[in-house]
C-alpha cells in the first residue's frame, strides 16, 4: 500500500508558467519535507513543515513555495519555472526522531 | 548538521558481500547514523538505522565504530537488484537530513 503518493509521476510545463507538485501521506506524520533533486546529484532539503510550522531553507530560492491544508496533504508550488529548476521533487514524512519515508518523486521537464 | 564522506562508487560480484564504508568524524553524541539507497529513479528507500550499537535487519548490517566516527553497511549477500546509490546520513532530533553525495554500487554478474 503506497504511504507517500506524489502526483503526478511526470510533470510537464512551460517556462515561466505556475506549477504546483501535490503530495500526499496516509502515515498521519507530523513532519512534511520537500526534496530537490537534480540529474546525477543527492537530493536537496527545499523546506518542511512540522505540523503547520514551515521551515524554510537558507538557500531556498523565492520560487519556491510551499502549502500544507492538513496533516495528509503537502504542495509544492514554483511560481516562475526556469529551465535550471528541472528536476526530481521528492516529498518525504516523517514522526519526531523516526525515519523519513518518501515518495515516488515528480520528475518535472520545463519546456 | 554532520557531513559524511562515501566513496563515490563500488563494485561488487553477485552473491558476495558489499561492506559500503561512511565516515561522519564531526557526529555528535545525539545524532543518528542513516543508510538510504536510490534505485534509479525512484524515490530514497529507507535501508537501516543506529545510534552506537550494531544494527541488523532483513536487508542488512549497520556496523559503528566504538568512537562513532565511521560506519559500515554491509549487505550479506548482494544480488543484481542491490545495484543502487547508498547514501550515508547523520541526523539529530532536528528531523533534517542533509544527503552526502552516496556511493554508488554496482553488482556485476
Known amino acids: 500500500d503506497a504511504m507517500v503518493i506524489q502526483n503526478p509521476r511526470y510533470q510537464v510545463t512551460q517556462f515561466g508558467k505556475p506549477v504546483t507538485l501535490s503530495c500526499s501521506q496516509t502515515l498521519n506524520h507530523n513532519v512534511m519535507y520537500w526534496y530537490q533533486q537534480k540529474s546525477s546529484q543527492a537530493p536537496k532539503l527545499l523546506f518542511h513543515?512540522?505540523?503547520?510550522?514551515?521551515?524554510n531553507e537558507a538557500d531556498t530560492p523565492d520560487n519556491f513555495q510551499s502549502r500544507r491544508p492538513n496533516t495528509s496533504f503537502c504542495f509544492l508550488d514554483i511560481r516562475s519555472p526556469g529551465l535550471g529548476d528541472a528536476a526530481m521533487y521528492l516529498c518525504?514524512?516523517?514522526?519526531?526522531?523516526?525515519?523519513?519515508?518518501f515518495g515516488p518523486g515528480t520528475r518535472l521537464l520545463v519546456l | 548538521d554532520a557531513k559524511t564522506t562515501q566513496p563515490p562508487s563500488m563494485d561488487c560480484a553477485e552473491g558476495r558481500a558489499a561492506n559500503l564504508p561512511c565516515n561522519h568524524s564531526?557526529?555528535?553524541?545525539?545524532?543518528?547514523v542513516y543508510w538510504y539507497r536510490q534505485i534509479h529513479s525512484q524515490g530514497p528507500q529507507y535501508i537501516i538505522h543506529?545510534?552506537?550499537n550494531n544494527e541488523t535487519n532483513e536487508m542488512a548490517s549497520l556496523i559503528i565504530t566504538e568512537d562513532r566516527k565511521s560506519s559500515t553497511l554491509i549487505l550479506p549477500h548482494a544480488t543484481l537488484r542491490d545495484t543502487a546509490v547508498y547514501y550515508c546520513?547523520?541526523?539529530?532530533?532536528?528531523?533534517?537530513?542533509?544527503f552526502g553525495t552516496g556511493t554508488r554500487l554496482k553488482v556485476l554478474a
Open positions: 518525504a514524512t516523517a514522526s519526531p526522531q523516526e525515519t523519513q519515508y
Open positions: 546520513i547523520v541526523s539529530s532530533a532536528a528531523y533534517k537530513y542533509i
Open positions: 513543515y512540522y505540523d503547520k510550522d514551515f521551515n
Open positions: 543506529g545510534l552506537k
Open positions: 564531526t557526529i555528535s553524541g545525539n545524532e543518528y
